[in-house]
Nanobody, 125 residues
Framework: QVQLVESGGGLVQAGGSLRLSCAAS????????MGWYRQCPGKQRELVAT???????SYADSVKDRFTISRDNVKNTVSLQMNSLKPEDTAVYYC???????????????????WGQGTQVTVSS
């Protein structure tokens, strides 16, 4: 069983930065595909960024060029560096993991096997 624990959320002014981290328990972290989702009040959870086991990354258009996802396979962590934050980035951010051979349809929640408990990010205007 894998456990994911997010940290790093908080309150920040528009234009500021935050760095989220997700620590994963268990072995074979390097073989896992990792992702960050977010959920705004009253809205569906949406995919923000993914990083595959081979290091390949992808981003939602709304965060491209502002957010960077990275992983440390020694420390078993995945991070999300968020710069130039906007009020519309306010959400609960969730870490997700999949150990399936291929990560396809990453935008579908069913493609992920494990989820963290979420961390709140609030961006004030």
């Amino acid at each position: 069983q894998v456990q994911l624990v997010e940290s790093g959320g908080g309150l920040v002014q528009a234009g500021g930065s935050l760095r989220l981290s997700c620590a994963a328990s268990g072995s074979d972290f390097g073989r896992g595909h990792m992702g960050w989702y977010r959920q705004c009040p009253g809205k569906q959870r949406e995919l923000v960024a993914t990083i595959k086991s081979n290091g390949g990354t992808s981003y939602a258009d709304s965060v491209k060029d502002r957010f960077t996802i990275s992983r440390d396979n020694v420390k078993n962590t995945v991070s999300l560096q968020m710069n130039s934050l906007k009020p519309e980035d306010t959400a609960v951010y969730y870490c997700a993991a999949s150990w399936r051979p291929l990560l396809i349809r990453a935008y579908e929640r069913a493609s992920w096997d494990y989820w963290g408990q979420g961390t709140q990010v609030t961006v004030s205007s």
